[in-house]
């Protein structure tokens, strides 16, 4: 039987990539934007934390436009983790911090579950 080698795989650049919606939409749209409501405060509380803990070149923290989930938002999502946090305030940022990027682990309370993907497609179910 011939061995068929497996694909290489890339080592990731960072231990932890956290994506921040800063998203601004124009001030008619009647849509929400995390950009405004929230997103460059939690943008920049996460660098801070990165720097206070001298992760800088192993934690990355980068704004991006919409992430898909404008109705809970301000959101933010951890690679490699897959882990959602939305509607969430830099004063929450300390322990998720804390917890999953520090500790690789997640807060129940907080992390985005199937119930909150339900949730967001009720909304715009009635939108
Ligand atoms: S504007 Fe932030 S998820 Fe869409």
Same mark, same amino acid.
């Given at each position: 039987m011939t061995e068929i080698p497996l694909p290489m795989v890339p080592a990731a650049k960072f231990k932890k990539h956290i994506l921040i919606c800063t998203n601004e939409r124009s001030e008619g749209d009647s849509r929400r934007s %995390? =950009?405004? %409501? =929230?997103?460059h405060e939690l943008r920049m509380r996460l660098l801070a934390l990165i720097q206070e803990h001298g992760l800088k070149g192993q934690v990355r923290a980068n704004k991006t436009h919409c992430l898909d989930v404008c109705e809970l938002g301000p959101a933010i999502v951890i690679y490699p983790d897959n882990l959602w946090y939305v509607g #969430?305030?830099?004063?929450?940022?300390?322990? #998720?911090?804390a917890q999953s990027i520090l500790a690789d682990n997640y807060i129940p309370e907080q992390v985005a579950t199937d119930a909150t993907w339900e949730r967001l497609r009720q909304l715009r179910a009635k939108a």
């Open positions: %995390c =950009g405004r %409501c =929230g997103g #969430i305030t830099p004063a929450d940022l300390d322990a #998720i911090f």
